[in-house]
């Protein structure tokens, strides 16, 4: 799983709606070479496990999980080792 973006997202058109800044989750399985992407509003540990939460909930438990040492991803670390 890795992040990609900046993207710019806008709730809707028209003046004085404001464009957010949001990423793209890719998660991808190694197995079955299936590839998830999910909408990630920051880069906080929170917010990637809600993103992780979706995926899952649509895919499956998943074993083993890859990703680089990114804060978010140790952050969500920690706290998923704290809940098991």
């Known amino acids: 799983m890795d992040f990609t973006g900046p993207i710019w997202l806008r709730t809707s058109k028209g003046r004085g709606h404001k464009a957010y800044k949001a990423f793209v989750?890719?998660?991808?399985?190694?197995?079955?070479?299936?590839?998830h992407l999910e909408v990630v509003s920051d880069y906080s540990a929170?917010?990637?496990?809600?993103?992780?939460?979706?995926?899952?909930?649509?895919?499956?438990?998943?074993?083993?999980?890859?990703?680089?040492?990114?804060t978010n991803f140790v952050g969500a670390d920690s706290q998923l080792k704290a809940l098991f």
Do not use: E, H, P
Request: net charge positive; proline share 0%.
């Open 25 to 35: 989750s890719v998660f991808v399985c190694f197995s079955s070479r299936a590839v």
């Open 46 to 70: 929170d917010a990637f496990l809600a993103a992780f939460r979706r995926s899952v909930a649509r895919r499956g438990v998943c074993q083993a999980i890859y990703s680089d040492c990114g």
